[in-house]
């Protein structure tokens, strides 16, 4: 068969997840899969394309669905029944299955607790975990799981990761509460040690846990890796009514995952407890 589908995917990230990965697993398992070309530290996102392609290269909105045809807005990818294109032709990568490893074992459970320090819509992040809510949840699972904190490096060039067009980022406290807690893994000191890309540890940590803490927006992605996704959306911002940050929306159809949003810090801490303890 003519290998005929080559895929260019240079939107944010999670729109790469949403839809450009899964289109384009779709068409490899199809065989019509010909090259992929995205942003840096995508090789890991694409990993099953024989000719992928990483270009410092970011396309700003509008954001329309065209690989295969398709004139939907990725808008509908915040519904929370989702976006009609998830119905054909649309097969997520089995990411959980591909990079579980022997590398990140530990004697107890696998937590990730996922941050972000980036702006939002020019503010200060609203889709975060300030310093206080993160010493309450390192607290809490500490004795009973091994956590692993993950947020983007300061310097992401020098892990193979591309932020989007217009980030800045700011002082959250996050790493003060890290040095108060030694026995909290933080992905950058992992990425210290290694060659590997940002995405390949974040994938790897990820798939050997069934238990993640996430704020939305980065929760794209570790709803690609099973278990329980407890996702922090804030209420007083522009993405507090978009259902698929709420609980069992379209993103399980990405893993299977069982998707649980919350608009409050103590709602999201009371619930993981009543999960996880």
Do not use: H, M, P, S
């Given at each position: 068969m003519?290998?005929?589908?080559?895929?260019?995917?240079?939107?944010?990230?999670?729109?790469?997840?949403?839809y450009y990965a899964p289109v384009s697993y779709d068409q490899h398992?199809?065989?019509n899969l010909n090259s992929t070309k995205s942003k840096i530290g995508t090789s890991s996102v694409f990993y099953f394309s024989d000719d992928h392609t990483e270009l410092p290269k970011h396309y700003d909105p509008p954001r329309l669905v065209h690989v295969l045809g398709s004139t939907e807005h990725f808008t509908s990818c915040y519904t929370h029944r989702g976006p009609k294109f998830i119905n054909t032709d649309w097969t997520p990568p089995p990411y959980k299955e591909t990079f579980k490893n022997d590398t990140y074992i530990f004697d107890k459970p696998l937590l990730t607790i996922h941050n972000k320090n980036t702006k939002e819509w020019l503010q200060h992040p609203h889709n975060y975990f300030n310093s206080e809510i993160l010493e309450k949840i390192i607290n809490t699972f500490k004795n009973d799981y091994q956590i692993v904190y993950i947020r983007p490096p300061e310097n992401p060039d020098k892990f193979k990761?591309?932020?989007?067009?217009?980030?800045?980022?700011?002082?959250?406290g996050d790493k003060e509460v890290l040095k108060r807690h030694s026995e909290v893994i933080d992905i950058e000191d992992l990425l210290k040690n290694t060659h590997k890309s940002y995405n390949e540890i974040q994938f790897m940590l990820l798939a050997n846990s069934n238990h993640h803490i996430t704020p939305a927006g980065d929760a794209v992605i570790p709803c690609y890796f099973g278990g329980d996704v407890l996702i922090y959306n804030c209420m007083h911002c522009n993405s507090a009514n978009r259902g698929v940050w709420k609980t069992g929306s379209w993103m399980e159809k990405l893993s299977g995952s069982k998707i649980y949003g919350y608009n409050n810090y103590n709602d999201l801490l009371n619930d993981a407890k009543s999960k996880w303890l």
């Open positions: 003519d290998k005929t589908f080559n895929v260019e995917a240079f939107d944010e990230f999670g729109y790469i997840l949403w398992l199809k065989g990761l591309q932020r989007d067009n217009g980030q800045t980022t700011v002082n959250i």
